[in-house]
């Protein structure tokens, strides 16, 4: 998900690097969808969470009706807490 030098981690920090223009930022973070609003490609933001829980063990919820996290099945809550 975090391709083109797109993020980084430094120490304990998550670092997102954006483009410049509003558009591309818009994609980058919410991903690309089609004329009726459906998610085609998923945008960096859902990999937000799981970065986090990544760094330093936190672990975010996000709401699926404004946008559904990236994990992997082994790094879910449900499979976590077994």
């Known amino acids: ?3 083109r ?3 980084v981690i430094r120490k304990e920090s998550l ?5 410049g223009q509003p558009k591309a930022i818009k994609e980058t ?3 690309v969808k089609d ?9 960096i933001f859902s990999a937000v969470p799981y970065c986090l829980q990544l ?6 919820d996000t709401k699926p009706e ?4 990236f994990r992997p099945k082994s ?3 449900e499979n976590l807490e077994k």
């Open 66 to 69: 404004i946008i559904e996290s």
């Open 1 to 3: 998900i975090l391709s």
């Open 55 to 60: 760094i330093n063990g936190l672990y975010i």
């Open 5 to 7: 030098q797109v993020g």
């Open 35 to 43: 004329k009726e609003g459906n998610v085609l490609v998923k945008g």
């Open 29 to 31: 973070l919410e991903g």
């Open 15 to 19: 670092i997102l690097n954006l483009p």
């Open 75 to 77: 790094a879910r809550r």
